[in-house]
Every structure is written in C-alpha cells, then in structure tokens.
C-alpha cells in the first residue's frame, strides 16, 4: 500500500527550532514529489513547497520561501519540513501530499499524510 | 486572501444535486486544470477531481467536475450525509509557479 506516515504532535516555544518528518512508503521513493500544505486552525488549505527526492529539487511557495527548509533523505525514505524559529503563528496542522503518479503540475495530489499538528505557544 | 476564491458554505438535502464554485484568474483556472478535494471533519483532504473531470479510482460518479473559462464547478448529486464535508478547488498558477488553492466550501447536508 503506497502511503505517507508523519511524525507525531509538536508543542513548542516560540524561537525553538522543529523539524517534522513525512515517510513514504509502498513505492519507489525517488520517484514521487512530495510536497507541504500548511492549514491553520480553522482556516483553509496553503500550498508551501515541495521536493523531488530523486535530486532534491526544491520549490517554494513565495508565501514561505525563507520561512521554512524542505529537505529529502533517500536512504530512509523520508521528507522534512523545518523551522529554525518558531513562531505563534506557525501553529496549525501539515500535510504532506504526492501526487504520485500524476504530475506535479497537475496539482493532483492523491496520497496524504495523516497531518502533523505544531502548536507554538509561550 | 486566496488568489481563487470559493462560496464558503453550500447546503441541500438528501437526495438533492448542489454546486460548488470556484473562481480564479487566466494565471491558474483559466489556463491549467482544476482539482477538487474533499475534506471530511478532522481527516486530510482527499482527492475528488482532477483535469477538470475526472475522477480518482474510487470516487463515486456522484462527484463531477466543470471548467468554463476562468471558474470551475462541482457538482454531486444523490447528495448523502457522509457527503457533509470541505470543498477545496486547487489549479496551478503561473504567475506564482505553483499551486493555489481556494478559501473551502462548507457543505452542509440538512
């Protein structure tokens, strides 16, 4: 069964640094993008950027270019989404999403994460 | 604000069709295809629609999607209780070089 098994609940300090962690497995890693969607509380859904683990070619959305750093590890089979300073205001729930076969310009993505709830708060 | 904006909240009865819409610009609906996902109440989204009109292995043939010119559509008709959920429309936008997706419709089966 292809599918995308993220890391557990954070809670943290703003400043603090974080990394969470999205695992691809059922398939061949190197050959999905995997991307990041970010959804406040209550709010919508945000698209941040997205990784090729083949060659770890990256792209950002310009919302959250600077903001974050999306990292891919093959020999684990797994995509990062990083913080180096937190803030109040990153707390919501992310996704990880691939589109699998289908084309990362297709926006169609087809595999989720379960989610990854952050919540920053003093 | 999102780039593509959507109604926020639909609502109809059981057994009734409803539509949800979806409005963008040249730069994402007008010029690429639309998705649609679906997101039931504390799960991830999940995808309905993709090119427009098709359909995932899976989805009912309930859920239908439309394009004309630079707004989308989704259509379910046999509307059911489980049907009660978020409605994402998403399209690739040129001008930002990735995805946008629209502020969610509420759907509400009464």
């Not at chain 1, 943290?12 to 050959?31: A, D, N, Q, V």
């Amino acid at each position: 069964e292809v599918q995308l098994v993220q890391s557990g609940a954070e809670v943290k300090k703003p400043g603090e640094s974080l990394k969470i962690s999205c695992k691809g497995s059922g398939y061949r890693f190197t050959s999905y993008w995997i991307g990041w969607v970010r959804q406040m509380p209550g709010k919508g859904l945000e698209w941040m950027g997205i990784i090729y683990p083949g060659d770890s070619d990256t792209r950002y959305s310009p919302s959250f270019q600077g903001q974050v750093t999306i990292s891919a590890d093959k020999s684990t089979s797994t995509v990062y989404l990083q913080w180096s300073s937190l803030k109040a205001s990153d707390t919501a729930i992310y996704y990880c999403a691939s589109p699998g076969g289908y084309s990362y310009g297709s926006v169609a993505f087809e595999i989720w994460g379960q989610g990854t709830m952050v919540i920053v708060s003093s | 604000q999102s780039v593509v904006t959507q109604s926020p909240s639909a609502s109809g009865t059981p057994g009734q069709r409803v539509t949800i819409s979806c409005s963008g610009s040249s730069s994402n609906i007008g010029s690429n295809p639309v998705t649609w996902y679906q997101q039931l109440p504390g799960a991830a989204p999940k995808l309905l629609i993709y090119g427009n009109t098709q359909r995932p292995s899976g989805v009912p043939d309930r859920f239908s999607g439309s394009r004309s010119g630079t707004s989308a559509s989704l259509g379910i008709s046999g509307l059911q209780s489980e049907d009660e959920a978020e409605y994402y429309c998403a399209a690739w936008d040129d001008s930002l070089s990735g995805p946008v997706f629209g502020g969610g419709t509420k759907l509400t089966v009464l």
